[in-house]
């Protein structure tokens, strides 16, 4: 502590006395403090080698006869109030942004472009060939179908003319036609309820990016 605050923080403490003590108590320590940084010491060190300015207040008061006196009004430290440094966040204007989006979207235009029509075509290829699959599951199943329809009238007909054996092949070919169409009819509900599934998740995952891109922008 430099010598003019503990001055000063002692004429605080001595708040209620006469003028004149006051001024006698300070120079009294003034001189003592001088007489210290005489013999050598600093000016900080010969202040704390008298000690605490509460401990030499409460001792002078103590010396006072008579009422006690009014306790100092504490005063304000001025120098604690010091501005805050609050962080200033470096806003920029959103329609510069915009625009340098808007120019980086049309200068890629040819690659950006020309990426997303090859997707394009390659998920149209890949729903077109997915429903030629399914078609063809369809096509084989009905055409199973009606060979197991075929076989009923040859049946009959070989056994009408007396040729059992030729019959009972026809009735085994109707058997198996049969059971291959249901198989078929089985496998291509199947297929065909995955593949209307998959489009359907496929529209709705396109759908849900191009809104949070509007959302966005």
């Not at 900080?44 to 103590?62: K, L, N, R, T, Y």
């Not at 020309?114 to 060939?129: D, P, T, Y």
């Not at 078609?135 to 084989?140: D, G, L, R, Y």
């Not at 009923?152 to 070919?173: K, N």
């Amino acid at each position: 502590m430099l010598k003019i605050t503990f001055l000063a923080d002692l004429k605080e403490r001595l708040y209620g006395m006469p003028q004149e003590e006051i001024e006698e108590r300070l120079s009294f320590y003034n001189e003592m403090i001088n007489d210290r940084m005489e013999e050598g010491l600093s000016e900080e060190d010969a202040v704390a080698a008298i000690g605490s300015v509460d401990e030499i207040a409460a001792q002078i008061m103590s010396t006072i006869p008579g009422e006690p006196l009014p306790e100092p009004v504490p005063m304000p430290d001025y120098a604690a109030f010091q501005p805050l440094d609050y962080p200033v966040e470096d806003v920029k204007p959103e329609k510069s942004l915009n625009g340098l989006k808007t120019a980086f979207l049309l200068l890629g235009f040819p690659i950006w472009g020309s990426l997303l029509i090859a997707a394009f075509a390659i998920v149209f290829a890949l729903i077109v060939s997915l429903f030629a699959v399914v078609i063809s599951f369809w096509a084989v199943a009905i055409s199973l179908a009606a060979s197991t329809i075929a076989c009923i009238p040859c049946a009959v007909g070989s056994f009408i003319i007396g040729r059992v054996p030729l019959g009972i092949a026809w009735i085994g070919c109707g058997m198996v036609c049969a059971g291959l169409a249901i198989l078929l009819f089985l496998c291509g509900g199947a297929v065909t309820r995955g593949l209307i599934t998959a489009i359907r998740k496929m529209a709705g995952g396109f759908f849900k990016l191009f809104r949070r891109k509007e959302r966005r922008s």
